[in-house]
């Protein structure tokens, strides 16, 4: 059974951090690109950083670089979103997503965490 399962959200006051985690399980975790996505009340879902299955390459959304990093630890399973200097328009609900490409294509995705800023 598939699962990813995130942390770590919750309220906090503008310029604060936050650290999200995402438990996976279920998958071979390593072959994956993890992502972090999000969506605010009345707004599209939108991509907020990947990271490649090796761990190589990351890449961000215009508007959280240089304040957000994505990182993974394979022995963990585990990836994890650093989200600093956080500024009200970040609050939205972030999901954890993991995809991979073989003769199948193979998406799952975490129930989502909320990330309120505000004071």
């Known amino acids: 059974q598939v699962q990813l399962v995130e942390s770590g959200g919750g309220l906090v006051q503008p310029g604060g951090s936050l650290r999200l985690s995402c438990a996976a399980s279920?998958?071979?975790?390593?072959?994956?690109?993890m992502r972090w996505y999000r969506q605010a009340p009345g707004k599209e879902r939108e991509l907020v950083a990947s990271?490649?299955?090796?761990?190589?390459?990351?890449n961000y959304a215009n508007s959280v670089k240089g304040r957000f990093t994505i990182s993974r630890d394979d022995a963990k399973n585990t990836v994890y979103l650093q989200m600093n200097s956080l500024k009200p328009e970040d609050t939205a609900v972030y999901s954890c997503n993991a995809l991979h490409f073989a003769y199948t294509r193979r998406e799952y995705w975490g129930q989502g965490i909320q990330v309120t800023v505000s004071s």
């Open positions: 279920g998958f071979t975790f390593s072959m994956y690109v």
């Open positions: 990271i490649t299955s090796g761990g190589g390459s990351t």
